[in-house]
């Protein structure tokens, strides 16, 4: 099956005729370096991008990106929020769990080796581009599992019987690839979250503010102004859900911010704030760069963290412990985590009350943090980063706020300081003499928290 790239007519090449089966949607372009004609190479042997489906599930979406070896060997190139996964088709056999049994974070034992289910979800076909093997369509239905165990990645795909077809294959980065003919890093500025000739401009239609920031690969945004939910998926902006009222949250850092890390340009395009079952709360910003893709930022009351999602998955059989890359990260906490606060462009669904359950692994300061829904599962790391080091990174663009609720140490001093003036004030008016030495005790008590206080305003 091709479809055209001027006109989106899908032809399909049935025996020795070839027939005019109707137009394919748009696919929506996104944060994506891949393009139609791309090139890398894997395992010695040359490939090239020809063709391309877009997919999408309650709480996001993803590309496949159909690719012809040199040799005439076929694979997909699975990309989802800037992480990929190289597969081939190898022959079926008998023995696999039924679909519906198949439970994110779950080991299963598949040819010998163990696999964690990643993810298990029915999928729509929204959009394709280009040269593709079999017959789809808008609305063509994808029931499939994901499965990893380390870097190695398998993909179970019910969706035309029972008994599935298998894919196995690695994750890999487009580095190891070697790709070339990628899409240019003004390019996937100037189109991610649009359709072309579609939305040039995009007013929020709940309250009629610009929405800068556009989405990516969920095509979900959140207003900065009222907290709407946008999907921009079709051609005009429909609201999924409005905020009942504005949360007037301060974050340190604020949505555009950009960052220069590791020579790479980034930029954060979406901020939430998360509680625990103990209302505990934290600050999670994404960030994205052409060349680096996505990272997290994460601003807690311990400090600051700089977190990445994991390619190899570490090993997890249910206990207390993983081992990734020989090292062992023992269990720190399980609980589950609550959006109450979103605005920005995500790359999944998000919105207030998104739930996930998570555990965390310790080894030293570095940590590892599975995250479960009933539908996926996801690995990442984090690493500590110091205060100076996010000035260094964003400058003057660093919020010195302090919350609303806190008070400064001059504020609370000088409030005991009236305290004591009034408590004194009968025995100064007694004993003249007295006033000298309480007015030094009163100025040992103001100037040194006024001086702290200057310190950690220029540190914030």
Known sequence: MAVCAYCKT???????????????????EDYSPLQIGSSGVFGGNAFTVIGRIQLRYTDGMWNEWYVMFDNGKPAWLGDASGQFMLTSE??????????????????????????SASDVRTSECIGGQGELPFKVGQG?????????????????????????????????????????????????????????????????????SNAAFLPGLTST???????????????????????????????????????TINGKSFQII??????????????????YSPKGGFLWLIETDEGWARAIVLDEWPIWSQEDSVLLNNILYQK????????????????????NGYRTEVVEFQSGQNKLA?????????????????????????????????????????QISTKFLWIIGLLN????????????????????????????????????
């Open 10 to 28: 899908t032809v399909l090449k049935d025996a020795e005729s070839v027939k005019n089966i109707g137009k394919m949607s748009e696919v929506l």
């Open 90 to 115: 190898v022959p079926g056999g008998s023995h696999f769990p039924p679909f519906s049994t198949l439970v994110p974070g779950h080991p299963y034992s598949i040819g010998g080796q163990t696999y």
């Open 140 to 208: 063509y239905q994808v029931k499939a599992a994901d499965l990893r165990s380390g870097r190695s990645f398998m993909t179970l795909d019910y969706s035309d019987s029972e008994q599935p077809k298998i894919y196995v294959g690695h994750a890999v980065t487009l580095d190891e690839m070697q790709c070339q003919l990628l899409r240019e890093d003004e390019q996937i500025k100037q189109s991610a979250g649009k359709y072309h000739g579609k939305i040039s401009t995009l007013s929020c239609p709940s309250c009629g």
């Open 221 to 259: 945004i959140v207003c900065p102004s009222c907290h709407a939910q946008l999907d921009v998926s079709a051609s005009t902006a429909q609201v999924l859900a409005v905020a009942s009222s504005v949360a007037q949250i301060q974050t340190t850092l604020q949505l555009g911010a950009e960052a």
């Open 270 to 287: 979406g901020l939430m704030r998360v509680a625990d079952n103990e209302s505990t709360q934290w600050t999670e910003y994404l960030m």
């Open 332 to 351: 720190l906490y399980r609980y589950p985590a609550t959006v109450v606060f979103a605005i920005g462009a995500f790359n999944w669904r998000v919105r």
């Open 370 to 410: 599975a995250e479960m829904t009933a539908l996926e599962m996801t690995w990442s790391q984090s690493a500590p980063v110091s205060v100076d080091q996010i000035h260094a990174w964003f400058g003057n663009t660093v919020n010195a706020h302090k919350q609303n609720t806190e008070e400064s140490l001059p």
């Open 425 to 460: 004030l009968i025995p100064m008016l007694l004993a003249p003499d007295s006033w000298i030495p309480i007015m030094l005790g009163m100025a040992a008590i103001y100037y040194p928290a006024k001086y702290l206080n200057s310190l950690d305003r220029g540190g914030a």
